[in-house]
């Protein structure tokens, strides 16, 4: 089932014993784990018969008997099993799995990883019990998921805006979420969000950041490139050399692409990309003819060479803010 689907039927009171919540990505699981946590009884109701528990503290049997109970005063119980996947004796929940209480809900948390469905409790869990799994969404995703979001808060924001955020606060959406919710909190409803309210209110630099740098590196902005550089070394925790890394090799990467690309139309362009508006499409056309196919190879190199140092191989005790103007200069003058 999806997120959406699960919290429409959970307004309506169609209540299933079990709930099987688990995938890479935490914060849709948080999220249906909370509305049951705080909607499904009263307050008065809690007391008796609601109990939370933790996979490393409890073990099945414990588990057990806590769902057989019947509901005090109320319709249902509901047990929470946070951490799930750190209870090591999670499968013998089985023969509860298969006859479950159907006044108890029991919401399973299983957090990180994918669930195993193909064992007999997972073919068990799929055959009673609903079932989500929240995969994390790939970077080209997140700003759209982003502008989204921010639609269900009655506000808008600029796509440089989406892909600085998207770019600085990565992939996690419970991170990103907190962030887009200082926002709400401290803009007006109706607000068009741009760079300059990312940077008051989240402390992000619209000027000194990997998306400039890459801006500055397609366009061969050698002052620019070296101020960005500057700034990154006497802010190394915001910027640390590794991430600098990767969000240059998945721009030249795209860069590489686009000279492959040159006889399709710009729909055909955007998606062989995973680029969702064109205003992020001009900046690759304008790299790859600053960037001629060969030199586009030789900056993939380059970025790979600079990806090992950045973990350590043959560094040679250099520091990252050197190795970041290494990187730079052999992008610029390759």
Not at 119 to 135: D, N, P
Not at 146 to 166: E, F, G
Not at 266 to 274: P, R, T, V
Request: with cysteine.
């Amino acid at each position: 089932m999806t997120y959406p689907q699960i919290i429409k039927d959970l307004k309506a009171k169609k209540f299933s014993p079990v709930y099987l919540l688990h995938g890479d990505e935490s914060y849709y699981i948080d999220k249906i784990s909370k509305f049951i946590e705080e909607k499904i009884l009263t307050e008065g109701e809690k007391s008796f018969n609601q109990m939370i528990m933790y996979g490393k503290e409890t073990d099945h049997k414990t588990l057990i008997d806590t769902c057989s109970r019947y509901p005090m005063m109320a319709s249902h119980q509901v047990v929470i099993l946070k951490e799930a996947q750190e209870m090591k004796t999670l499968k013998e929940l089985l023969p509860y799995i298969q006859n479950p209480v159907p006044t108890t809900i029991l919401v399973i948390n299983f957090k990180h990883k994918k669930f195993d469905g193909r064992t007999k409790f997972g073919k068990a869990v799929k055959a009673k019990a609903v079932v989500f799994e929240s995969k994390k969404l790939y970077d080209n995703k997140i700003p759209d998921w982003i502008q989204s979001y921010l639609k269900d808060k009655k506000m808008t924001i600029t796509p440089s805006a989406s892909a600085l955020v998207a770019e600085y606060l990565g992939t996690s959406l419970s991170k990103v979420s907190n962030e887009l919710d200082k926002l709400a909190i401290n803009l007006a409803s109706g607000t068009e969000i741009n760079e300059k309210h990312i940077q008051e209110q989240i402390g992000i630099s619209k000027e000194y950041n990997v998306f400039e740098l890459q801006k500055a590196l397609g366009t061969k902005d050698v002052v620019k490139a070296n101020r960005i550089i500057n700034y990154f070394i006497s802010n190394p925790k915001k910027n640390p050399l590794v991430v600098v890394v990767g969000t240059l090799f998945n721009f030249f990467s795209k860069v590489y692409m686009t000279h492959f690309l040159k006889n399709k139309s710009e729909g055909e362009m955007m998606s062989a990309l995973g680029v969702r508006h064109a205003f992020f499409l001009k900046d690759y056309k304008l790299a790859a003819r600053n960037y001629p196919y060969q030199q586009s190879q030789k900056v993939i190199a380059v970025l790979r060479e600079y990806d090992l140092k950045s973990k350590g191989v043959e560094r040679n005790n250099t520091s990252d803010g050197d190795l970041m103007k290494e990187m730079v200069f052999k992008i610029l003058n390759g």
